[in-house]
């Protein structure tokens, strides 16, 4: 298990992964790609969804299906309850305390505009400063730098160490007095690192700055426990935990939502309209003006309880005994670096191969059927630290198996021939 999750009791006795009998739940990676098996190495993108998922989608539409929170007639009844019972099951699968702590958002960005706009809005002035760090994407970096730059305030950034980990020290000194508020990848998109949040966390609060962490990346691979990390907002998507797209969570703390003004306003999120003004819903309606994504939170929740029967135990063995071929396999290939060797990273691998651009390598391997992604993965601060443009990035998923490593090898070793590297 890598650094930062803990097992619930539930995970405590499982057995090892069925890798045939969850690869069968994947239909998608029945497929042939240019007319060879599927290796799909990019989950770290967006992961591939299970039959359960798909099915308790069509099975919404198809029996269920009206709006939220409105109607008094039985199929809004049933989509009410289904869809909050979507929130529920996010709950529990992030151990918050309370439901009205679980908002749904469209994803990880839509959860980092919302409190930076709205918390940011009323919290930070100028002089203030939020801390971020050197592999944050985008998405936890640039929503920050519009909030300090509106607010006169600015960001501070703590730097990595050569392995790609947190220098915990230098994060230690930009704590300070004008801290308020520091937004953490819980795991690297690019690096795979993953960020002490506990440990981080209580140092923030001894300054009285609040904890925003991403979780696109850390969720899929551990056991979240909201309660035990005790940070103040946690983000995430559903489309990289097995589930659909259009749909996310954004965990803030009950205190903290109560104080905050929405970020977006109109139906579903009033307590009462005047064409003086308005007064607001109690959150998590605060937080979800309009229509919201009801079938996605069904197939979200689908998702969760998918990944709960397997166990995260069984998950994270799994990909952790892979990451390890994986690595080794890379490190055959003549000309390789890989980017980010930090202990208890999680299953994605970024890499380069000497004298060929990322972008041809991806092109030749997909000729192969191997998915990864090639790019600055929305982390362009970080491949400026590590004097790149671009990398490699070959990502692991609990369906993925030592086959889907070989099939990378043996299409890099083509592409070195084909590019002449
Ligand atoms: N990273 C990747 O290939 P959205 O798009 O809102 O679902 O997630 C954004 C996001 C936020 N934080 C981290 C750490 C992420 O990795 C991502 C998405 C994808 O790495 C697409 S760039």
Redesign the pocket.
């Known amino acids: 298990m890598p650094a930062g999750g803990t097992l619930a009791p539930s995970d405590a006795v499982i057995t090892p992964l069925d890798e045939i009998r969850v690869r069968a739940d994947f239909p998608i990676l029945e497929r042939s790609i240019r007319g060879k098996r599927l290796a799909y190495l ?1 989950s ?3 992961a591939q969804k299970p039959m359960t998922v798909i099915e308790s989608m069509r099975e919404y539409y198809a029996e269920h299906h009206s709006n939220v929170h409105r109607g008094v007639h039985l199929l809004s009844e049933e989509a009410t309850t289904a869809f909050e019972g979507a929130r529920d099951t996010a709950r529990r699968f992030l151990n918050a305390s309370l439901a009205e702590e679980i908002i749904f958002t ?7 505009n919302l409190v930076a706009q709205s918390w940011g809005r009323s919290n930070l002035g100028p002089g203030d400063e939020v801390v971020v760090t050197t592999f ?5 970096l640039v929503p920050w730098q519009v909030a300090t730059q509106q607010a006169g305030a600015s960001l501070r950034v703590v730097p990595l160490d050569s392995h790609g980990a947190l220098d915990l020290g230098e994060y230690e000194r930009l704590l300070g007095p004008r801290t308020r508020l520091v937004a953490v ?1 819980h ?4 690096l795979g690192t993953v960020a002490p949040i506990a440990e981080m966390t209580a140092m923030a609060h001894q300054v009285g700055a609040l904890v925003f962490v ?1 979780g ?2 850390a969720a899929p691979h551990f056991p979240i426990d909201l309660q035990a990390l005790d940070c103040d907002f946690y ?1 995430l ?1 559903g ?2 935990l097995y589930g659909p ?1 259009g749909i ?1 969570v954004l965990y803030g703390r009950a205190e903290l939502l109560s104080q905050m003004t929405p970020w977006q306003t109109g139906g579903g999120m009033i307590q009462r309209v005047e064409f003086e003004g308005s007064t607001w819903a109690p959150p998590p309606a605060r937080f979800e003006a309009g229509t919201p994504p009801i079938a996605e939170a069904v197939g979200f929740a689908a998702a969760m309880d998918y990944l709960s029967r397997i166990g995260f135990q069984a998950i994270s063995d799994h990909e952790q005994t892979l990451l390890t071929y994986l690595t080794e396999q890379l490190e055959t290939v003549p000309g390789i670096t890989i980017f980010g060797t930090a202990p208890g990273k999680i299953g994605v691998v970024s890499f380069g191969l000497d004298g060929v651009h990322p972008h041809d390598v991806a092109t030749v391997v997909d000729t192969h059927g191997v998915a990864v ?1 090639a790019g600055h ?3 362009q601060p970080l491949m400026r630290h590590l004097g790149v443009s671009a990398t490699l ?1 070959a ?1 692991l998923g609990l369906y993925n198996t030592r086959a889907d490593v070989d099939q990378l090898v043996v299409a890099l070793g083509d592409a070195r021939r084909r590019l002449g590297a």
């Open positions: 990019d770290a993108a967006s469209s994803g990880t960005t839509a959860g980092v944050e994407h985008h998405s936890n990848s795991a690297s998109n690019v991403d696109a990346q983000a998507s489309h990289k797209t996310g992604r993965h929305c982390a990035r990502s």
